[in-house]
């Protein structure tokens, strides 16, 4: 059974940071992984993802402010998120699968492409 556990979430003043984890079991092999999020009223959205080869990628309104790295030896990905602003305030989920194939950061950065997917974690920033 495959289980994904975010947490780190929490409520921070602007420029503050925090650091999401989600571990997981379950699962192992040739893994690629992604972080995402769903503010009130909006569509998840990708927020930053590593492909089946250890790249990375995010998407534009969080470079040079968050970072997606894993710790392979704990099984837990992390999203490092620094100078938060109140528009990422938003429910936080980590999704994970396996391939037997390459899977790059543009087809990680889909919701399509996960079939695992944990709660979330909540992030609120204020002004």
């Known amino acids: 059974q495959v289980q994904l556990v975010e947490s780190g979430g929490g409520s921070v003043q602007a420029g503050g940071s925090l650091t999401l984890s989600c571990a997981f079991s379950g699962i192992s092999g040739n893994m690629y992984m992604g972080w995402f999020r769903r503010a009130p009223g909006k569509e998840r959205e990708g927020v930053a993802f590593i492909g089946s080869d250890g790249s990375t990628s995010y998407t534009d309104s969080v470079k040079g402010r968050f970072t997606i790295f894993q710790d392979k030896a704990k099984n837990t990905p992390y999203l490092q998120v620094n100078s938060l602003k109140p528009e990422d305030t938003a429910k936080y989920y980590c999704?994970?699968?396996?391939?037997?194939?390459?899977?790059?950061?543009?087809?990680?950065?889909?919701?399509?492409?996960?079939?695992?997917w944990g709660q979330g974690t909540q992030v609120t920033v204020s002004s």
């Open positions: 999704a994970e699968d396996v391939s037997r194939f390459y899977v790059s950061v543009k087809i990680c950065s889909g919701t399509n492409a996960y079939s695992y």
